[in-house]
């Protein structure tokens, strides 16, 4: 609760006021059944009209009063909650900024959407519907009280067996209602993750007509949602019936007791009309207060997940940081290995050394699951190696900070990503100043340039969300131009030519070599004739070296490189 209120600190002012408000509010309105009370014993009984009119007056007055009070109220609440829970999400989403994948995998992406939008606003719900009963119901319940305690102690003695019996069932309710609030905060992170992969594999999901299938899959997280939920306001639900039924039991008590002292004459009429008001607002303050732990106790389900976000320690960190740049971009691998959890029974990759000098251009081929992508992920420290070291222009790669490591690196990934906005806004991620003329180079040396007219805005042509209004070919050559934008002192290829036709990818790596001359490249690919011209190749068998050399060495002396490059022959069999 102390970090939580960390977040409303900058909404002190509309909280205090807004408190200020709810309090005055709550004065002005227990002051109306004590004139009600003066009008009929008074008024009504001497038939005083006069005196009926000004205390009527004075109840509309502070009506109105009340009235004003309860806007203003109402919009400072509101600015506190909807503030708080503004706060919380951008603490949140920058929190996750500074994740590394492997803090990213301990969470599902459905889960952190959840965390980030359900669970932020169960709790500004919290406050904005809960300040108000919150801070009106405790004056409310004590000034009522005790204003009942003096017009009759003897008739207020029904609350000490009002009281307990409400304590009694609200923790009942409390202390069965909050773990299925949790189980409901999963049972929807569920929902969100199959929501998110139908819609990310819509296309695969047609094409296989497998949409009863997904339906069907649905259904199943849907009903487990409904009834988790279900179980969970049913529950909550009971606190209604079980105020009411206290309520009335209470005010059927005071009029059979109250009754009685009216007849013998130890109570008037308008004293106990009074007293009925102020027991109503006791028992309604009651209710409110019940309702307020209710939404207090969901929001504290919520505010534990997202305290599991924010609490989260990146994995890798600056702490080791030193004041250096990369000036060349020469790599070297020392007795690397890496798991991806430390529990693992067994390493992805194994025992990797090899080294790039400045400016040579390295390509790394494997069988598929050799972790061929996962080694140039530790280049950049999206995963941090669990044994061995990496250096660049050698310094061990976290003597850099992240962001000037990953400045330098340029990476076009296996799963190349577009984001919603123009063709220019994406390119601008290579360079946030880069210049028409620096747009349309990277653009030529991508090939861009050769679907670019057929765009219907040009570089102002709005991409769909990934990118869906471009092809797999095009969608890869905008992130090569967005990474050569960069100049990057090394630049790695994960794949990222897969898409494209041998004549286009010849272009593209002319291309690179004419305009980042200087430039460490790694290229990764499945395709032989994609990386026979680099300087240096790396065969990579089950997460280990199996083989360095160049193309005509490995050709001739490595049984694994000589598989794929026979398969990818035509006439194959007749060659081997």
Same mark, same amino acid.
């Given at each position: ?317 600056? %702490? $080791?940081? =030193?004041?250096?740049?990369? *000036?060349?971009? /020469?790599?070297?691998?020392? #007795? @690397? &290995?890496?798991?991806? !959890? ?110 670019? %007219? $057929?765009? =219907?805005?040009?570089?102002? *042509?709005?991409? /769909?969300?990934?990118?869906? #209004? @471009? &092809?797999?070919?095009? !969608? ?101």
């Amino acid at each position: 609760m102390k970090n939580l209120l960390l977040y409303a600190k900058k909404y002190k002012k509309e909280f205090i006021l807004a408190v200020i408000c709810i309090e005055a509010e709550t004065i002005f309105e227990l002051i109306i059944p004590m004139i009600m009370a003066d009008i009929i014993d008074v008024g009504v009984a001497n038939g005083d009209r006069h005196y009926i009119l000004a205390k009527g007056f004075q109840m509309v007055f502070f009506a109105v009063l009340s009235l004003i009070l309860g806007h203003a109220c109402a919009r400072f609440t509101a600015r506190c909650g909807n503030g708080v829970g503004a706060q919380i999400r951008l603490a949140e989403f920058q929190k996750m900024q500074t994740y590394s994948f492997a803090n990213t995998d301990r969470f599902s992406t459905p889960s952190l959407v959840t965390r980030l939008t359900s669970d932020i606003t169960t709790i500004q719900n919290s406050i904005c519907n809960g300040m108000r009963p919150g801070f009106r119901s405790p004056v409310m319940m004590i000034t009522a009280m005790v204003v009942s305690f003096y017009l009759n102690a003897k008739l207020a003695m029904v609350f000490y067996l009002a009281a307990p019996t409400l304590a009694v069932i609200l923790f009942f309710i409390i202390k069965n209602v909050r773990p299925l609030y949790a189980k409901m905060q999963g049972a929807m992170d569920m929902v969100n993750r199959i929501i998110q992969e139908n819609l990310v594999a819509i296309r695969v999901v047609k094409a296989y007509v497998r949409g009863d299938y997904e339906i069907e899959k649905f259904q199943k997280v849907n009903s487990n949602l409904q009834n988790t939920s279900e179980r969970s306001f049913s529950l909550a639900a009971l606190n209604m019936p079980a105020m009411q039924f206290v309520m009335y039991g209470t005010i059927l008590s005071i009029l059979w007791f109250g009754g009685n002292m009216v007849i013998v004459g130890n109570m008037k009429v308008g004293a106990l009309t009074s007293f009925l008001s102020y027991v109503l607002q006791v028992l309604n303050s009651l209710m409110m207060f019940s309702n307020v732990f209710l939404l207090f106790t969901r929001s504290l389900t919520s505010w534990r997940r997202i305290s599991e976000v924010l609490e989260e320690e990146p994995v890798i960190n600056d %702490d $080791r940081a =030193k004041n250096i740049t990369i *000036t060349k971009g /020469g790599i070297r691998f020392e #007795n @690397v &290995s890496f798991k991806y !959890k430390d529990t693992a029974k067994e390493y992805v990759l194994s025992d990797i050394s090899f080294e790039i000098k400045p400016g040579q251009t390295v390509g790394i081929i494997g069988q598929t699951g050799a972790a061929k992508s996962t080694l140039v992920q530790l280049i950049p420290r999206l995963y941090e190696a669990t044994s061995g070291n990496i250096y660049i222009d050698g310094h061990p790669i976290y003597e850099y900070t992240q962001d000037h490591l990953r400045d330098s690196i340029a990476m076009v990934l296996q799963k190349n990503t577009l984001f919603s906005g123009t063709v220019k806004e994406n390119l601008y991620w290579g360079k946030e100043d880069a210049t028409d003329e620096e747009l349309e180079q990277a653009c030529k040396i991508a090939c861009v340039d050769e679907f670019m %007219d $057929r765009l =219907k805005d040009g570089y102002d *042509t709005e991409l /769909g969300q990934g990118g869906v #209004n @471009v &092809s797999g070919g095009q !969608k890869q050559r905008l992130c090569i131009a967005r990474a050569i934008l960069k100049a990057p002192k090394v630049l790695i290829l994960d794949d990222s030519t897969s898409a494209l036709d041998t004549a286009t990818e010849a272009k593209i790596k002319e291309g690179l070599e004419k305009t980042l001359p200087g430039t460490t490249k790694i290229i990764i690919s499945q395709r032989i004739t994609s990386i026979m011209h680099a300087d240096q190749i790396i065969v990579l068998n089950d997460g280990r070296i199996n083989a360095i050399g160049s193309h005509e060495q490995l050709l001739e002396e490595n049984e694994i490189y000589q598989d794929i490059y026979y398969s990818q022959q035509k006439g194959g069999t007749q060659g081997l």
